[in-house]
Nanobody, 118 residues
């Protein structure tokens, strides 16, 4: 059974930075894609960023985070990261790690809270 464990959330002031980590219990190369989603109170879960685990590691970002967030992967550590810079109050949400294999239901982590407030 795959486990995804997120870490790195917390409270940060507007304009600040955080780096989220998602550690997989096995090799991330068993997945096709991994990514980050977020859910703010009263809102639906939305895509933040995804990365292909294949060679090349193509990435995709929500328009709201382009230029501020960067997703990356470390195959040796079986970990995917989300570097978040220039954080805004509207980035406040629970951030979830996601991993997908072809023709299988997606895997989700337990979530990590990010709060951007002065």
């Amino acid at each position: 059974q795959v486990q995804l464990v997120e870490s790195g959330g917390g409270l940060v002031q507007p304009g600040g930075s955080l780096r989220l980590s998602c550690a997989a219990s096995g090799s991330i190369f068993s997945f096709n894609h991994m990514g980050w989603y977020r859910q703010a109170p009263g809102k639906q879960r939305e895509l933040v960023a995804t990365i292909s685990i294949s060679i090349g590691g193509s990435t995709n970002y929500a328009d709201s985070v382009k230029g501020r967030f960067t997703i990356s992967r470390d195959g040796a550590k079986n970990t995917v990261y989300l570097q978040m810079n220039s954080l805004k109050p509207e980035d406040t949400a629970v951030y979830y790690c996601n991993a997908e294999r072809r023709l299988q239901p997606p895997y989700w982590g337990q979530g990590t809270q990010v709060t951007v407030s002065s």
